[in-house]
């Protein structure tokens, strides 16, 4: 009996180091990942449209993160719009015959109304200022301290193009990078395995680097900006992304392709690795200027959707015209 109590200590204080190195809470962050990675490839099994419906989903919770996270230093983004826009830009996108032109002509629209709307500060009952508080009542001293938007002045008051400026900022982030996920489903007749590689090389990409910087990680990345990323963690970000890249080659291509493009998988790793975990640095500049920690806390052990879209929708472009130039 007193051998397994101690083995449960050992065990438990093993568990807190790695917490405390990922900055997670390891078994509710795996939890979570099973149960996204079972939703996104019943969807992806079921039908593609069903996909399409799901990554509207994550935006549209992603842009009430943003709205929240924003009204916690005083900035106002039009979310009902934003709403709105998001999903005709995306359905379009889509559905449209002419994809490009679609998301061209949507995405020109929506931060034409989404300025305009930007202009009028409104708000739907009091769920808003409830989500606020809850954010500020779990916010740590030390990050609101370091925040920009820190002062003495008590409540925080900004131009109203300020509040225009970061509704059209949003619009670039969500719905313009959101369509990148989209637009590869619609050519070369490999969707599932479009979206796979949108997906998950990024979320390999992460799991690379949380393991890498966890266990090797000794040279910081960018120490300001993230404490917690490093070069090793860089380097397992690539060779995870790289390895993912590989196996979705090679279930879903013939050996002709492989024997003309195997090199494709390895610049797929390079540019998922690098360019996600410059996503995550951008959302960590956006969360330390805004002083909180995680953009939400809809995800158990990942905190937002945000924190789990931000490599997804940086990496998208990147990945999406890769496989259109290369055919695959």
């Known amino acids: 009996m007193e051998r397994n109590e101690q083995l449960h200590e050992e065990a438990e204080v093993a568990l807190d180091e790695i917490n405390k190195k990922t900055g997670r809470n390891m078994p509710q962050a795996i939890g979570t ?86 202009t009028a500060k409104m708000s739907f009952g009091n769920r808003l200022s409830l989500a606020v508080a809850a954010k500020l009542s779990s916010t740590e001293a030390g990050a609101r301290l370091e925040s920009s938007f820190n002062h003495d002045g008590g409540e925080q008051h900004h131009s109203r193009l300020s509040h225009v400026a970061v509704s059209v900022l949003t619009v670039l982030y969500i719905p313009l990078l959101a369509c990148c996920i989209i637009i590869p489903l619609t050519f070369h007749g490999h969707p599932v395995a479009h979206a796979i590689m949108l997906v998950f090389l990024p979320a390999l990409s992460d799991t690379g680097g949380l393991f890498a910087g966890a266990w090797l990680g000794r040279h910081k990345l960018s120490p300001r900006i993230s404490p917690k990323k490093s070069w090793e963690g860089l380097a397992g970000s690539v060779l995870f992304a790289m390895a993912g890249a590989f196996a979705v080659m090679f279930s879903t291509y013939t050996s002709d392709v492989w024997a003309s493009k195997w090199w494709v998988p390895v610049l797929s790793g390079v540019l998922v690795g690098v360019v996600g975990t410059f996503g995550d640095l951008c959302a960590s500049m956006i969360k330390r200027d805004l002083g909180i920690k995680d953009m939400g806390h809809l995800l158990k052990g990942h905190g937002g959707v945000m924190d789990r879209v931000d490599s997804i929708l940086m990496a998208a472009p990147f990945t999406c015209i890769l496989m259109w130039f290369t055919g695959l």
């Open 33 to 118: 990942a099973v149960l996204l990675i079972a939703v996104i490839l019943a969807a992806l099994l079921i039908d593609i449209d069903l996909f399409v419906a799901l990554v509207v989903v994550f935006m549209l919770l992603a842009l009430w993160e943003l709205r929240v996270d924003f009204a916690t230093v005083g900035l106002h983004i039009p979310v009902v719009m934003l709403w709105l826009c998001s999903t005709a830009t995306l359905f379009a996108t889509y559905y449209a015959p002419l994809h490009v032109v679609a998301m061209a002509l949507c995405v020109m629209a929506s931060i034409m109304l989404v300025a305009v709307t930007a």
